[in-house]
Nanobody, 124 residues
Framework: QVQLVESGGGLVQAGGSLRLSCAAS????????MGWFRQAPGKEREFVAG???????????DYADSIKGRFTIWRDNAKNAVYLQMNSLKPEDTAIYYC??????????????WGQGTQVTVSS
C-alpha cells in the first residue's frame, strides 16, 4: 500500500505562489503516474496535473486547461516525491489539493492511493 503525504499549502494573495510537495512511501513510484487533484467546496474533485511514466527514464506532464501556463509539475524519483509549483494564483484555485498515484491519470482518479490533502486558499 502506498502512503502519500502532502505539504506546502497555505494562504496566499491572488497573484502569489505556492509549492506543494508530496512524499510517497511503501512503494517506489518511478514507473507510476503521480499527480495532483483538487476539490473546492461544493464541487467534485478534479484533475490538476500529472506526470506519467513512458518507459525507461521518460515522463510526460499533463495539465488541466484551467492551470496551464501557471502551474508546473515535476518529480524526484530519488526522493519518491512529486511537486507542484503554483504561480499567478487566483481565488478560484482555492481548494484542498490531493496527491495521487496510479498506473496512469485515469487510474489515479479511480484508485485509492490518495494523500490526506493540503488546503490552498487564495484571497482576492
Amino acid at each position: 500500500q502506498v502512503q502519500l503525504v502532502e505539504s506546502g499549502g497555505g494562504l496566499v494573495q491572488a497573484g502569489g505562489s505556492l509549492r506543494l510537495s508530496c512524499a510517497a512511501s511503501g512503494r517506489t513510484l518511478s514507473s507510476y503516474a503521480m499527480g495532483w487533484f483538487r476539490q473546492a467546496p461544493g464541487k467534485e474533485r478534479e484533475f490538476v496535473a500529472g506526470t506519467v511514466w513512458r518507459g525507461g527514464n521518460r515522463y510526460y506532464a499533463d495539465y488541466a486547461d484551467s492551470i496551464k501556463g501557471r502551474f508546473t509539475i515535476w518529480r524526484d524519483n530519488a526522493k519518491n516525491a512529486v511537486y507542484l509549483q503554483m504561480n499567478s494564483l487566483k481565488p478560484e484555485d482555492t481548494a484542498i489539493y490531493y496527491c495521487a498515484a496510479g498506473l496512469d491519470i485515469a487510474s489515479m482518479s479511480r484508485g485509492d492511493n490518495w494523500g490526506q490533502g493540503t488546503q490552498v486558499t487564495v484571497s482576492s
